[in-house]
């Protein structure tokens, strides 16, 4: 069966960090580009992060610096570290795997910044 579950989102001050996994199952990892997504209320869902099997990354803009994508290959599993998170980080976030064929969604985490 395929899925993909994430974890780790929780309410952080402003400043803190959280680190967000997404384990996989059903599916052969190295094939699939691997990608974080993230809505905000009353706003589209965006891309904030990607990771290829060979290990390329992409960010947006906004989380330069900050966010930090990864993956394990022997967990299937996908990472990103958030720091220094800001108010306007606030959103569910999604999981994504994309292969030639497919595209896979997690079930989403919520991550609220906020004193």
């Known amino acids: 069966q395929v899925q993909l579950v994430e974890s780790g989102g929780d309410l952080v001050q402003p400043g803190g960090s959280l680190r967000l996994s997404c384990a996989t199952s059903g599916i052969i990892f190295s094939f699939y580009v691997m990608g974080w997504y993230r809505q905000a209320p009353g706003k589209q869902r965006e891309l904030v992060a990607t990771?290829?099997?060979?290990?390329?990354?992409n960010y947006v803009d906004s989380v330069k610096g900050r966010f930090t994508i990864s993956r394990d290959s022997v967990k299937s599993t996908v990472y990103l570290q958030m720091n220094s998170l800001k108010p306007d980080d606030t959103a569910v976030y999604y999981c994504?795997?994309?292969?030639?064929?497919?595209?896979?969604w997690g079930q989403g985490t919520q991550v609220t910044v906020s004193s």
């Open positions: 990771i290829t099997g060979g290990g390329s990354t």
């Open positions: 994504n795997g994309r292969s030639t064929y497919t595209d896979l």
